[in-house]
């Protein structure tokens, strides 16, 4: 030990001499942050020597990067907070250098400053409860919107394209024919397997012909539409919307005074709730073919006595109700797509969050107005 | 004393005979230099020229149809996949956007390499990128989202994840556009820190000349017409001193030698 040396202390990368009042730090070998990390407790164990201030050594230091930055620094910021003298002289002159760089917060602080505390629970609440206020208000807005500017629309005096409109269109009903068939058609089938295994055994297999008529043109079709097209293109209305959030698209339609509403809502609530009705219609039509090939490969029922049960269970009120529901599911799915995505964020991960939130509230909401509908069938006893 | 391992490279980066190209249209072909570890090279060029299209064969992100690109001594696209990943780990890349992971906090996105990558505890990593954030001034911006960032701090958030492995190269695809003078001036004199502090090598695409003036050390430049190298050195020896008709008007601001001769570039001379 060298004469008038008080005390030594030493950790990875440095040791310490304290000669009375003042601490040299020797700094040693290599310091590599992605394998060597930093150690939190280097600083205070440096100056728990009860030096008055630290020097530096640096002639035995090897490659470094900035896991001695970040060991200089936490160490420069436990000094001043202690009244301990910093003489950096001694350091490497880059080192220095990026030192200078730095505020005098600790890195620590660094990486959490800007971290808000919790609010109590009281505030968030109220919060929450303004946000979903203004989220309510928003929808508001846009049903108000939709009643006004559809009206004009009608009238050939909104300001939407009408390619936009036939594009929409499209997209929403003639596009989404192959999965509308596919479903319905299954679900038709799934119908008839359902009533053939109980109607065989009461010798009245003809009537699964009225169940799959009356499940599908009163319910089923019109709800497993709406299911599908609240995926599919509830789901990509509020992606799409939300993607030129993000690109500042909107914002360029905005500046240039075209209404947003006309321009990018409207088109797609007026085609999705216009298509949905077409839809509705063709889904039941493959559901009762569903059912009728079932029906007919588990009970070998005839193709024309099958639609003449159906026929004759159906009644016109019964088709207006599954075109009401449809017709109202689609405004639904429609407004909720849009409205989600008026309402993202800037981001990447917006995009995604709109669209799932519109494809689940669209579904909730469908099902729940679907029941809403069923009430008011029964107290108009259709 | 050495400052840090990344000086001990030399060259860092080689170029030799690369052609890259989409498909059938070539973009560049035949380039050909030496990055000196430890320098600022700059890769210049107009719009269209083929500088970020450079910059992703060098970064791994599109494969060369010819020539090679060594790092250090090492053929980097010659290397296995894993190798390849291991060399890009000695890569910092700040996107011309910023290209932040927006669901992310800016703390998050620096972190984010040090948690896939390294096996250091949660503190250190939370150290190492307060660290990082720090030295491009981003103190107390940690906890922000990315959307909430303005141009020059997207630039500089983009900076610190460029650094969170300490890398040996860092490429800068043109980091100053975007910002106005002083941003852009500031950025520049924090690049030279970096280089001063880190002794990092870095790359710099850009056609911003305030930018490659100052902070270059040496450089090509690249023709959008001749798909290849017009001119190698230093931004401002080209400018003084180069004699080839595009470079003199990329240097000087000039109009293009073809727009030069045709009536219609007179006429468009504000009055």
């Known amino acids: ?382 | 004393m050495d400052p840090s391992p990344q000086r001990a490279l030399s060259p860092a980066l080689s170029v030799d005979k690369l052609t890259v190209a989409f498909g059938e249209k070539v973009i560049q072909q035949d380039v050909s230099f030496t990055v000196a570890a430890g320098s600022i090279f700059a890769v210049m060029g107009g719009s269209g020229s083929g500088k970020s299209t450079l910059l992703q064969a060098m970064i791994g992100l599109l494969p060369p149809t010819a020539g090679t690109i060594r790092v250090g001594e090492e053929d980097y696209w010659a290397a296995s996949d894993d190798r390849r990943a291991q060399i890009d780990r000695g890569f910092g890349v700040l996107f011309q956007s910023g290209a932040m992971w927006t669901a992310m906090t800016v703390t998050e996105n620096v972190a984010l390499p040090l948690r896939m990558l390294t096996a250091l505890n949660g503190p250190a990593i939370k150290t190492l990128a307060g660290v990082k954030l720090s030295l491009v001034g981003l103190a107390g911006s940690g906890d922000l989202m990315p959307a909430a960032l303005s141009g020059g701090m997207t630039k500089r958030a983009g900076l610190a994840r460029a650094l969170a492995l300490d890398p040996a190269i860092l490429f800068l695809d043109e980091p100053s556009s975007g910002l106005d003078p002083m941003t852009a001036r500031r950025l520049d004199d924090l690049i030279l820190d970096l280089r001063e502090g880190f002794g990092v090598t870095i790359v710099l695409v850009s056609h911003d000349l305030p930018s490659l003036f100052d902070v270059c050390d040496d450089g090509v430049f690249l023709d959008g017409e001749t798909h290849t190298v017009i001119a190698h050195g230093a931004p401002k020896s080209l400018r003084d001193e180069c004699t080839h008709p595009t470079v003199r008007a990329f240097m000087h601001r000039e109009r293009a030698p073809a727009d030069a001769d045709a009536p219609t570039a007179r006429a468009r001379r504000p009055s």
């Open chain 1, 1 to 382: 030990m060298t004469t008038g040396v008080d005390a030594r202390l030493n950790g990875r990368g440095w040791n310490c001499a304290v000669d009375g009042a003042t601490c040299k730090v020797s700094l040693t070998g290599d310091w590599v942050a992605r394998t060597d990390g930093v150690d939190p407790q280097a600083a205070s164990r440096i100056l728990s020597s009860g030096a008055k201030a630290l020097s530096f050594d640096s002639g035995g230091l090897g490659h470094w990067d900035s896991a001695l930055i970040a060991f200089l620094v936490a160490l420069r910021a436990a000094a001043t907070d202690g009244g301990v003298r910093f003489e950096d002289a001694g350091l490497p002159a880059p080192a220095r250098h990026l030192m200078g760089l730095m505020a005098s917060t600790s890195t620590t602080e660094a990486a959490t400053a800007g971290v808000s505390r919790a609010a109590p629970l009281v505030e968030r609440l109220g919060l929450w409860t303004l946000a979903r206020g203004a989220e309510l208000n928003q929808g508001s807005a846009l049903i108000g919107n939709l009643v006004l500017r559809g009206g004009l629309a009608v009238r050939g005096k909104a300001a939407m394209r009408g390619r936009d409109l036939v594009e929409a269109m499209y997209d929403a009903g003639i596009a989404a024919l192959p999965i509308v068939a596919v479903v319905n058609v299954l679900v038709g089938g799934i119908l008839a397997f359902i009533g053939a295994t109980e109607l065989r055994t009461l010798g009245a297999g003809i009537y699964v012909a009225n169940l799959v008529a009356l499940g599908m043109v009163r319910e089923m079709a019109a709800l497993m539409t709406a299911i599908i097209m609240a995926g599919r293109t509830g789901g990509a209305y509020a992606a799409t919307i939300a993607a030129m959030q993000g690109g500042e698209e909107i914002d360029a339609v905005r500046v240039f005074g075209i209404p947003v509403f006309d321009y990018l809502v409207l088109p797609k609530i007026l085609a999705l709730t216009a298509m949905m009705p077409v839809l509705y219609l063709y889904g039941s039509a493959v559901g009762i073919l569903g059912g009728l090939l079932v029906g007919a490969a588990t009970l070998g029922v005839s193709p024309v006595s099958f639609f003449i049960q159906a026929r004759g269970a159906l009644s016109d009120s019964q088709l207006f109700f599954g075109l009401s529901k449809s017709f109202a599911f689609g405004a639904l799915i429609a407004i909720f797509g849009c409205q989600f995505g008026l309402r993202a964020g800037r981001g990447a991960a917006d995009v995604g969050k709109a669209a799932t939130s519109a494809v689940v509230a669209a579904i909730v909401g469908v099902i729940a107005l679907d029941a809403l509908f069923d009430v008011c069938a029964d107290i108009l006893r259709i």
